[in-house]
């Protein structure tokens, strides 16, 4: 067996790092905030390599990052070029904004791609020649896109390629005539060892010379007639730091150096090592995401099947990152089908990669990853208005399957906002702003939205999911007068009261009238409260910053609260106002009702209560009035 190469790629593991967003700063602030803090890593990492010619590594960093690099520390890419043009240092290729890529159309998947390589050799003059998977996500169909982007080779995690082949030779895939080289990599032989399986927390506890003695060991015995084998390591920014820190990393290069007769281990580049083997191994590598919080080669699902989860169950992981996507899909088709000027086509396109970043779409429920949603709503939201502008818009409310779910969603397209309607629940699951290019209804999970139907006990009763989680039927759709018709029915109450619910809709670009009729239908009088809820989405301290106006009693009282919520348990109201720093949300409605509000990590509750008394088989209704206007500057509403 020939030498053994080794093959170091440093990542700043991004999925980490944007877990370190401050929701409470402008996006682009705290990603630069972000950024600026592993600068001092980088630093002593170029550090190490300009003294220590002999040692080699690739190094995988974002588009964003390498762009605040060249604005605020130039000599950084300074030296990276200089140790790039040492052939001491390659940089590997990505997609700019690390999305998934699988989950994007093709022509988005180039671009993503051919934006990252103008960026790095704007940069350093250089244009890659293979990149790592953007988050472990890997789909056959990305073949003939790389080849596109004149990728020679890939790297992604060994765990995402099946069992059975030879750990420490290259793998060669084909999809549709074109092939692509893919070098795996081999966590198992990572210096860190760690007893839970968390890597970013384990310790190193070998000693590099031991370290190579295994590895040697591990290499012959798995590929005995291997002339060129290859261990292939990534490492993040902070175990790296770690390695530096030990000198664990310098004393593992002064071993491979003394190393003059027959040398066993061989510092090695990823292209470099790609223009010298010739022993491949022909394979399949099927669709598949890792999950980060999961270092075992398979993943569990919750319908008990083996497997590495596949880019869309990821998504499905979690309802809003889902909805986020199905969002981002809608304008990615209507962009690619669009004709226009090609100025504005430019911003909008620049708008949708922006918005298709990796980060957004993580399935963690976390403060940085509902800030990273919001940003991207932001981009898409407007995209979609810019696209507006050369696309004919006209105001319309259509009705198709929207999500993918097999049931028909109800999109309604104004020019000051949009409000999608489902009948899981007969709830808005997504209400779009243009003044602000925010969705205030973002989270899509259940139980959030604007207007929750439920039937309680009394007013502090604990919400029971019966209308909420039902499938409405549809009685009636006018896309023309701009009407939707829905019903539902349910037994509520302790004695299981029939209780009939019809649901109307009448949008406009003024605003929403949703109609309550309630019908009792059993034969013994209904005594039950009617709770209405929207959750709107603000920012993390939004509630903080709310000034509310209610008009109150017969004779109209109007009462004011500045940065502040109503106390109390409840207020009869007739109209309610909600204010934050950009627009205000009114609430009129056309009998008194009972408010009850809370506000925490900024999702604002706005439930409305009426005490229902209905005689057997007769019925009342209940309006509500809803519409987004600027912020109010006068005194009364």
């Known amino acids: 067996m020939g030498t053994i190469h080794l093959c170091l790629e440093v990542n700043c593991n991004y999925t980490e790092l944007y877990s370190r967003l401050n929701p409470d700063l402008a996006y682009q602030q705290a990603l630069g905030d972000v950024f600026s803090s592993q600068y001092y890593e980088y630093y002593k990492l170029l550090e190490f390599l300009y ?19 060249a604005r605020n520390h130039r000599e950084f890419l300074l030296v990276l070029s200089e140790l790039i043009d040492r052939k001491q240092v390659e940089i590997l290729g990505g997609a700019y904004y690390n999305p998934l890529l699988p989950t994007i159309l093709p022509v988005d998947r180039v671009a993503q791609i051919e934006l990252y390589t103008t960026a790095l050799r704007r940069h350093t003059g250089k244009r890659p020649r293979g990149m790592v998977i953007p988050n472990n ?19 992604m995690d060994s765990r995402l390629i099946p069992q ?19 070098l795996g990599q081999n966590q198992q032989q990572s210096p860190f060892q760690s007893t839970d399986g968390a890597g970013q927390k384990a310790h190193l506890t070998i000693s590099p010379k031991d370290y190579l003695a295994g590895l040697e060991k591990e290499v012959f015995s798995a590929c005995p007639e291997a002339e060129n084998p290859l261990v292939c390591l990534s490492l993040n920014l902070e175990q790296m730091n770690q390695l530096l820190e030990t000198q664990w990393l310098q004393q593992l290069d002064n071993v491979i150096s003394q190393e003059q007769l027959r040398p066993v ?9 790609i223009k010298m083997t010739q022993h491949y191994q022909r394979t399949y590598i099927p669709a598949g ?26 998504l499905l992981q979690n309802t809003g990152t889902y909805l986020l996507y199905s969002k981002m899909m809608y304008l990615s088709i209507l962009v690619s089908q669009s004709r226009g000027d090609k100025n ?12 298709q970043a990796g980060e957004a779409y993580s399935v963690q429920s976390t403060k940085a990853s509902s800030s990273s949603q919001k940003n991207a709503y932001h981009s898409l939201l407007h995209a979609e208005r810019i696209a507006r502008e050369y696309t004919g818009f006209y105001d319309s409310v259509t009705s198709y399957d929207y999500d993918a779910d097999g049931i028909r969603e109800y999109i309604c397209q104004f020019q000051p906002y949009n409000a999608y309607i489902q009948r899981r629940g007969g709830s808005i699951f997504e209400f779009d702003v243009f003044q602000t290019f925010r969705n205030y209804a973002g989270r899509g999970e259940t139980g959030f939205g604007l207007f929750l139907d439920y039937f309680l006990e009394d007013f502090s009763s604990r919400r029971n999911d019966l209308f909420s989680r039902q499938l409405y039927k549809e009685r009636g759709f006018d896309g023309k007068r701009k009407n939707i018709e829905l019903t539902a029915r349910g037994a509520v109450g302790q004695n299981g009261q029939q209780v009939s619910l019809k649901k109307n809709y009448v949008v406009s670009p003024d605003g929403i009238l949703v109609q ?16 209405v809820d929207s959750h709107i989405q603000l920012d993390a301290a939004g ?14 009282e109007l009462q004011v609260f500045h940065s502040q919520l109503p106390e109390g348990k409840g207020r009869e109201v007739s109209q309610v106002r909600f204010s934050d720093q950009e627009v205000s949300f009114v609430f009129v409605l056309n009998e008194q009702a009972d408010l009850q509000t809370e506000a925490q990590n900024g999702n604002l509750l706005v439930s409305l209560c009426w005490q229902l008394e209905i005689p057997p088989q007769r019925e009342v209704e209940k309006n509500i009035s809803f519409v987004v206007l600027p912020r109010k500057t006068t005194k009364r509403l």
């Open 51 to 69: 003294a220590h010619p002999s040692c080699q590594l690739s190094i995988s960093i974002s588009g964003r990052h390498l762009d605040w690099f």
């Open 137 to 155: 996500a890997w789909d056959p169909s990305l073949v003939s896109c790389l080849k596109t982007c004149s990728m020679d080779f890939v790297m």
């Open 164 to 182: 059975g082949r030879k750990s420490f030779l290259p793998y060669i895939v084909q999809e549709q005539g074109k092939i692509i080289y893919v």
């Open 265 to 273: 281990f061989q510092w090695n580049l990823p292209s470099r090592y």
């Open 289 to 314: 995401v890792l999950l980060v919080d999961h270092d075992s080669p398979v993943q569990e699902l919750q319908d008990g099947r083996d497997s590495i989860l596949t880019p869309y169950d990821y």
């Open 344 to 355: 504005r086509r430019k911003n909008v396109r620049d708008l949708l990669m922006e918005s």
């Open 516 to 531: 309550y009729i309630i019908k009792n239908e059993s034969l013994e009088p209904l005594r039950q409260v009617f709770a």
């Open 543 to 556: 509630g903080d910053r709310l000034d509310t106006e209610l008009i109150c009693g017969q004779e109209e």
